[in-house]
């Protein structure tokens, strides 16, 4: 499985942005399908972002026109630039490889990185 290791979270002010980073370990990275996904705490965990590996792209309806999720094979990461944060989008962000643009997990995930959007 492919190591995965999120960064780039942190305590920001609504209307404010982040951007996350995710750094993957293996070789073929530009083959492989990612995603972005959080959980806020007691929820489920849910999909939120993937990019094909060429480059499609889509959304949950919840951060549609706010995130925008990006790849950079040569660096072999992917990112996800979050604007006009709002509240509820506070939650532990995790990056995965995903089997498909439904956005289902081959189950390597990262440790996560935490997201908090407060005043």
């Known amino acids: 499985q492919v190591q995965l290791v999120e960064s780039g979270g942190g305590l920001v002010q609504p209307g404010g942005s982040l951007r996350l980073s995710c750094a993957a370990s293996?070789?073929?990275?530009?083959?492989?399908?990612m995603g972005w996904y959080r959980q806020a705490p007691g929820k489920e965990r849910e999909y939120v972002a993937g990019?094909?590996?060429?480059?499609?792209?889509n959304y949950a309806d919840s951060v549609k026109g706010r995130f925008t999720i990006s790849r950079d094979n040569a660096k072999k990461a992917v990112y996800l630039q979050m604007n006009c944060l709002k509240p509820e989008d506070t939650a532990v962000y995790y990056c995965?490889?995903?089997?498909?643009?439904?956005?289902?997990?081959?189950?390597?995930w990262g440790q996560g990185t935490q997201v908090t959007v407060s005043s």
């Open positions: 293996t070789s073929i990275f530009s083959l492989y399908a």
């Open positions: 990019i094909s590996s060429g480059g499609s792209t």
């Open positions: 995965t490889r995903i089997a498909n643009m439904r956005g289902d997990s081959t189950g390597s």
